[in-house]
Structures are given as C-alpha cells and as structure tokens.
C-alpha cells in the first residue's frame, strides 16, 4: 500500500479551473443540438457538481460557495435559457 499523500489547492484555483472546464463546455454547445448539446450542459454541471463537492470537502467558508455556486449556475442557465429562444 503506498503512503497517502496530501495536496493543496487554493480555492480561488480551484474555482478559477472549474469555470475555466465550464465556459469550454458551454462554448461548445454553440455548434451544437440535440444529443452533443445535452452531453456538453451535462458535462458543465458534472464540473460545477464535482467543484462544490471539492470546495466543501476543503472548508471553504459557505457564504463564499453558496455565491459561487449561485454565479456557476446562472452562466449555465443563462445559456440554456439563450439556446431554447
């Protein structure tokens, strides 16, 4: 069995890298419909789902994640709500 090892990311990275992952997904429903446009939402909320679950996991104060979360939420509704118009 090998040693466990430790690693630190600082929240701001990790929020930075996640609406990064985000944005690309997002930006590629643009070429997109049907099935490769709901895979790419999918994805995008796989990435938020995965970047609360590390945020909570490494104490991050609430209110901060509960905003972020708010903001990551709305880039995706906000583009899901342009796509259907």
């Not at 995008?44 to 609430?62: E, H, I, K, T």
Request: hydrophobic share 45%; aromatic share 4%.
């Amino acid at each position: 069995m090998e040693p466990e090892q430790n690693t630190s990311l600082p929240y701001d990275i990790l929020t930075g890298e996640c609406e990064a992952a985000i944005r690309k997904h997002l930006a590629r429903t643009e070429l997109l419909d049907g099935t490769g446009l709901e895979l790419e939402q999918a994805k995008a909320f796989a990435v938020l789902s995965l970047w609360f679950s590390l945020a909570v996991a490494a104490n991050a104060r609430p209110e901060i994640i509960d905003a972020d979360r708010l903001r990551l939420m709305l880039m995706i509704d906000e583009i899901q709500t342009m796509r259907q118009l």
